[in-house]
């Protein structure tokens, strides 16, 4: 199921979701918390729960790597609901704030993913009608068949980066040496290319 974009199943903007939960958690489990209050004290689901939002959403809206937060529409509706239902049973007002923050910081990550992928889209048409202005502008679509030469003649053999790289140049500048294009950026382009009819390779 996709909200934007019907080729993107199961996503709840476009693209594959992503993961990234490799880093330390903030949140600790009951064993390693046994001096805390009982009621701080989790069930494995929930501190899963927690640890997931903590890590893959709110760290990322955090950091703006908003293309790494998971569009995933399955699992987002999955941690929503467990929130929610985390707010109904609170056993006090304290801590069921604390389970309203941890949702809004969920929703929240997806909204600024929903706002990252519709202003690189935007960047990308606008980048795609301006080069279309300036071919037109530059006659670009005239063709010389037949022109004479004098003196030496020089061949040169140009290489054209594919599309998706140049807008990925133009959008968030050239990869740092070494490190080559972030496969999540690229992912949206892709996305955004075929939303939009864009052959993203010629």
Known sequence: ????????????????????????????????????????????????????????????MQNKAYAKIPTDLNAYLALLNTMT????????VNLALLFKLVQESL???????????????????????????????SNKNEKTAISSTSGQLTITKTFTMAPVFSYYIMLYGVPAFGVGFDPSKLATLLTIFSANGLNPYA
Not at 2 to 8: D, E, K, L, Q
Not at 33 to 58: D, H, K, M, R, W
Not at 115 to 131: P, R
């Open 1 to 60: 199921m996709s909200i934007i974009g019907a080729n993107y199943s199961k996503s709840l903007i476009s693209g594959a979701a992503t993961s990234n939960i490799a880093s330390k958690s903030l949140v600790t489990s009951a064993a390693a918390g046994a001096n805390l209050n009982p009621a701080l004290q989790f069930p494995a689901t929930v501190l899963q729960t927690l640890n997931t939002i903590e890590l893959s959403y709110a760290r990322n």
């Open 85 to 92: 239902n985390l707010q109904k049973t609170a056993s006090n």
């Open 107 to 137: 929703t929240s990550a997806i909204n600024g993913y929903s706002l990252y992928y519709q202003i690189t889209e935007l960047n990308v048409q606008n980048i795609s009608l301006q080069t279309s202005v300036n071919d037109i502008l």
